[in-house]
């Protein structure tokens, strides 16, 4: 089992920063990825951001491109999505998620392991 604690999130105006951290504990060499997904209300929920152990590489939905950087530490058990310049659709429960994924566009079924997600909300 892999354990997904998030923190950070929260409000913040459209134009502006925050960044939510994810912290893995537990048999973290069930996975090789994590990822950060978000679900605003109505809609699926989509994969953001992920970066794969070993130097192997970051993926980003296009919609972040240039706005969000996804960062990991040395020991691979905890990663950071900041993200700038918010835009109001940018607003969404942000998840955790870690599994074994194939390098790409991050795939909800590639995840195995969740967090309870953190709340972000941009207002314009």
């Known amino acids: 089992q892999v354990h997904l604690v998030e923190s950070g999130g929260g409000s913040v105006q459209a134009g502006g920063s925050l960044s939510v951290s994810c912290a893995a504990s537990?048999?973290?060499?069930?996975?090789?990825?994590i990822a950060w997904f978000r679900q605003a209300p109505g809609r699926e929920r989509e994969g953001v951001a992920a970066?794969?152990?070993?130097?192997?590489?970051?993926q980003y939905i296009d919609s972040v491109k240039g706005r969000f950087t996804i960062s990991q530490d040395n020991a691979g058990n905890a990663v950071t999505l900041q993200m700038d310049s918010f835009k109001p659709e940018d607003t969404g429960m942000y998840y955790c998620a870690a599994g074994f994924a194939t390098y790409g566009p991050p795939r909800l079924d590639q995840f195995q392991y969740w967090g309870q997600g953190i709340q972000v909300t941009v207002s314009s």
């Open positions: 970066t794969w152990a070993g130097g192997v590489g970051t």
């Open positions: 537990g048999h973290t060499y069930y996975s090789n990825c």
